[in-house]
């Protein structure tokens, strides 16, 4: 596709002289999304209802590993079972930093040595990944390496020589549905090979942040092979910290979250987590699980989701589709759930376009988020975050990212030509 | 007082052969305590509830900081400004638990060390003291050095002494307000010399456990000079951590929590507080702020808890001035306010009167609980939690409480005798 340099300065300087003020930044649920769980907010009125199905007064003290209806729910929606579940306050990025400072200040094994013990400590990094597991990495001083994700998810090949080889490597990040930002799912060859391979460090651990797992936005999801079970017919689940939420089911303030690991891990974590609090804030829990009562119930809430965002999706698809077919270099991602949209531009481009449409007024992730270290050595991926604007907002930014993204494309290759 | 030793032999026996089943151990509102806080689940029950007063929809991520109307309650009860308030989750055990780890990975000062890169690490404990605390300490490998209290709070001559001599002394734990679980108030010259005292290390840290701020027994409670105020005149503020939570208020298991400190430590602490979680529980923050307005309000409800809670502590005092007056060096503390007493006894008769209470089915704190590492050298001290139990369930546990204490007693002078 031809790019009219000049005209496309001209449309750029036209969309910065209308001061918008838009957002795309961060994969946060709307306000209409947010305004369909009015129901939680009474699903505990009276001193009668606090009481939990066994009896515990979930006003008072106690309860570190949550009460059972509330464990009941994430072992539904995750394919496990209740022993396996810890469940935690309104942030499951809460507890991986938890998990992380733990491992470092304690290790993850009894009488292996904590991890800041040892001279380097690395992590597996697919990429384009989600920034936040990356800062608690840099915040511990982990070393991170970058990995590539195919359409299966990381590439396995890769990961399998890795942890193989070096035994620095202690963990990689996984977000094994819809993943973030490019909305793959792990297939289940990738599963198995998380469950089946060999590592060379005796206190490996695989952070599965199982975000998005019922986070569909078609009528024929993905599936998602689910890792425990897989990893008990090789001895090895041990190695898997599972994650899970409902920020984006009911409140991403105002969820509550779960930790999932085998019986020794979660009685190991159990050991530790009393000393940290006396527990979580089980009336909460106590709030989702009588809001859903059945898995079924939450599949209910997020048909209702899909119809929201889907339409959201569907106008980035069709703008981009409209707007960027054929340029050289410029693709995008079609997931089937999660909450974002990958965008891949030319080499060194994305900082570019994202310094652009800052300054005509929409706030993008910043170019580089997606990679360890905030660098993206290519500079050629975008996340697009569609959920968070109504769609009148997002009817009125796309034309300006497009501008962006096409201004930036044929000022690189002027610039080639020169 | 004369003790005769078959006498309480069959009357222990006695109440033995009831099967009792009661507890005293923790530190635990009671249901009727709980049962007054009903309308703090029903104060957000509606979508346009979920906006603070500056507008924030705290049902989305975000708001690390808390919102204004939780800062300004906390600020209210601390005697502090907004500006030093960071809003936490439903547990301040949780908050002090992040902020010592925080300070092991990652040092408390920029450009200092890691406290867990010092070849020792070592906290003044005042004793009798809260297990919670000492646990945080041994989870972390931290030293621990027995401080004894005095009736204005720690001896601060000994704690002027070793903080200025031994520089691995990083810290304290005070609960300066009703002190657990001696129930003594910190004098203002306590404060004062917190506040003005020289420290070796330049990393040191005062953990003020504000649990009890305004947990009054009496219509003639206690005063607490605050900290940070003083310390700001000599220049010390960076040193105090202060905590509160509306645990012992509203909800102990669902209410929220704070860490205050000057700007420079809040500043600190939300940078790295970034990257462990996008923000509490906000709604929850709104719901304690729209029921509590005012300071006001706070002391109305804690007029209502003095009400239920007196009375325990009363029926205590009575059984204990009836039944063990004069008998050689037993004592407890007439706290005005808080959540215990402190039961002195003869030296190595504490794990024995607990252990008598025990088998006939009384469960009290642990002897030694009250110190470091759960060890007593004195075995001397027992600490008394009357709140939880109902006032008849106290009625039935006291009269064998004070069997097992003159048994115990009276053991140990037939002892010497023999």
Redesign the interface.
């Known amino acids: 596709m031809e790019l009219d340099i000049n005209a496309l300065r001209t449309e750029y300087e036209e969309f910065a002289s209308r001061g918008m003020k838009l957002d795309m930044s961060?994969g946060?649920?709307s306000?209409e999304q947010?305004?369909t769980?009015?129901r939680l907010?009474?699903a505990?009125?009276?001193?009668a209802?606090?009481i939990s199905e066994n009896g515990v007064?979930?006003?008072?003290?106690?309860?570190l590993d949550g009460i059972d209806e509330a464990k009941r729910l994430f072992a539904s929606m995750l394919g496990l079972t209740m022993p396996e579940i810890i469940v935690g306050?309104?942030?499951s990025?809460?507890l991986m930093?938890?998990t992380v400072?733990r491992a470092?200040?304690?290790g993850v094994v009894d009488g292996m040595k904590p991890w800041?013990k040892y001279d380097k400590v690395s992590f597996l990094c697919p990429v384009p990944g989600y920034d936040?597991h990356f800062?608690?990495c840099e915040?511990?001083n982990i070393n991170m390496i970058n990995v590539p994700m195919t359409s299966e998810g990381p590439d396995m090949d890769i990961v399998e020589r890795l942890v193989a080889e070096d035994e620095t490597i202690k963990g990689i990040w996984c977000t094994p549905k819809y993943s973030n930002p490019t909305g793959i799912t792990y297939s289940d060859d990738t599963v198995r090979r998380f469950a089946s391979m060999k590592t060379a460090a005796a206190d490996f651990r695989v952070f599965w942040d199982n975000a998005y797992v019922w986070h569909d936005l078609t009528e024929h999801p993905d599936y998602l092979l689910e890792v425990l079970n897989e990893a008990k017919k090789y001895g090895t689940e041990d190695r898997f910290f599972i994650f899970a939420s409902t920020?984006k089911i009911t409140?991403?303030?105002?969820g509550i979250s779960c930790i999932a690991s085998s019986s020794a891990n979660v009685k190991r974590i159990l050991r530790?987590l009393?000393?940290?609090?006396?527990?979580?804030?089980?009336?909460?829990q106590l709030r989702h699980a009588r809001v859903f009562r059945t898995f079924d119930d939450i599949k209910e809430q997020m048909a209702v989701h899909l119809n929201l965002i889907r339409p959201k999706f569907k106008l980035v698809r069709r703008y981009f589709r409209t707007e960027l077919s054929g340029i050289p270099g410029v693709s995008w991602t079609r997931p089937n759930g999660g909450y974002f949209i990958t965008l891949y531009t030319p080499k060194h481009t994305a900082k570019r376009i994202v310094a652009l449409a800052a300054d005509a007024g929409l706030k993008l992730t910043p170019a580089g988020a997606t990679h360890p270290y905030g660098v993206n050595p290519d500079d050629d991926v975008i996340r697009i975050a569609p959920t968070y604007p109504p769609l009148d907002e997002l009817e009125r930014a796309l034309p300006l990212l497009c501008c962006c993204i096409k201004l930036a494309c044929a000022e690189k290759q002027s610039s080639l030509i020169d």
């Open positions: 961060r946060k649920p306000k947010l305004d769980m009015e907010l009474t505990v009125t009276c001193n209802d606090c007064d979930c006003r008072n003290y106690g309860g306050g309104n942030s990025l809460n930093y938890d400072a470092m200040s304690h800041a936040r800062a608690i915040y511990f920020s409140f991403p303030g105002a530790e009393s000393v940290q609090t006396i527990g979580h804030d089980k009336i909460n």
